[in-house]
């Protein structure tokens, strides 16, 4: 390991390896170049305004937000195409949703007739046409309307509120993002495509004229961008991809890691870093150790994360080490800053402006 960089960096910190960053980025933008599908890469794996930047840049036409507190955030940044892949139901966040409408193109999820009733109101007081997307639940069973008849419903209910445009559908199939076997990886996302591409011509066929559908994930992107009918991917942890996410798909590098310092042994193999949960999500399992794959954490507190060290791995005290998350997202909400580097030096710091933004 090349020791340079880590001297000017106080850890616990987070580590991009830009040329990696780079590649992640254009293998999904070159993806959806070749398969002729629009890409609107979901910024709630990075929070950086830097890193959207790449991905517009790149060929992305959008990005994709979870919350209202991002979506500002993007649009201080001079963004101005930006899908809430999301219900927006709450009042204030409702109310800041329409002042978004009035400076960039926003659209929103929507799933009840209850949400989108409310926001028809809000619209029409501030006299503002809102674009809205039907949230179609293909499985996952977080959000959405049930495909087919129930979307047709919810349809025709838009279409006599005043202020309200439905575009299109949205559709996340994120409960197959995790499945190894790609035969029946495929197989499954197919069948949510088709929900989604068949609910788009039953409404066709009652008199709609929709055309946008989005869709899918770093994980099942490769199928759904495929997928005749669908017209946007909006893909987020394949920028930085993590330890999780590398086990079922091949495509991309991890381009993020955690550098930590070992600041106490407290056995022959056993030491405790300054990493600890706080520093780090254990969401989808304990972080690995990039250079050292046979040590292995065993404990996450708030500022401690202790390991027992590998059978020829050897360390000593204040030496720093990488550790890949196990779930990327979650533990880049927790730091303020990127260290970028670049051929094993540090060239930049990129702020992570939409952090904790959850609300
Ligand atoms: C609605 C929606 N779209 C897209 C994504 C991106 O998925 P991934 O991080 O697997 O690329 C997510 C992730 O949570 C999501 O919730």
Redesign the pocket.
């Known amino acids: 390991m090349e020791l340079g960089w880590h001297e000017n960096v106080s850890t616990p910190a987070l580590v991009i390896d830009y040329n990696k960053l780079v590649k992640n980025i254009e293998t999904m933008a070159n993806f959806a170049k070749e398969n002729k599908v629009n890409l609107r890469p979901?910024i709630?794996?990075h929070k950086c305004p830097k890193v959207g930047q790449m991905q517009l840049e790149a060929g992305a036409i959008g990005i994709?937000v979870?919350t209202i507190g991002e979506a500002e955030v993007f649009t201080e940044k001079g963004f101005n195409d930006i899908l809430i892949?999301?219900e927006v139901v709450e009042i204030n966040k409702m109310k800041r949703l329409i002042e978004i409408n009035k400076k960039i193109l926003v659209r929103v999820c929507v799933d009840s007739k209850k949400n989108v009733n409310n926001l028809s109101k809000l619209a029409n007081k501030e006299n503002v046409k809102l674009e809205v997307l039907i949230d179609i639940d293909v499985g996952l069973g977080r959000t959405g309307v049930k495909p087919g008849e129930p979307v047709l419903e919810l349809a025709k209910f838009i279409k006599e509120l005043t202020n309200l445009e439905l575009v299109g559908f949205?559709g996340?199939e994120?409960h197959l993002?995790y499945l190894t076997d790609f035969e029946n990886k495929k197989q499954q996302t197919k069948l949510c495509m088709k929900m989604l591409v068949d609910t788009r011509d039953l409404l066709n066929e009652n008199g709609f004229e929709i055309e946008y559908i989005t869709?899918?994930?770093?994980?099942t992107?490769m199928i759904a961008g495929r997928y005749p009918g669908i017209t946007e991917i909006?893909?987020?942890?394949?920028p930085f991809f993590d330890e999780h996410?590398s086990k079922c798909v091949p495509d991309f590098e991890i381009a993020l890691t955690i550098l930590a310092t070992i600041n106490n042994q407290t056995g022959k193999k056993n030491f405790t870093l300054d990493m600890g949960s706080k520093a780090c999500s254990t969401a989808d399992g304990k972080p690995i150790f990039k250079d050292y794959p046979k040590s292995k954490m065993t404990l996450l507190t708030e500022e401690h994360g202790q390991f027992k060290a590998g059978k020829d791995d050897s360390f000593e005290i204040g030496q720093k080490v990488e550790l890949i998350p196990g779930h990327v997202?979650p533990t880049v909400n927790l730091y303020d800053f990127f260290n970028v580097i670049k051929d094993y030096e540090l060239i930049d710091k990129w702020e992570i402006s939409a952090r904790g933004k959850n609300y």
């Open positions: 979901h709630k794996t994709c979870a892949a999301n949205m996340y994120g993002t869709t899918s994930g770093s994980g992107y909006q893909p987020g942890t394949y996410m997202c």
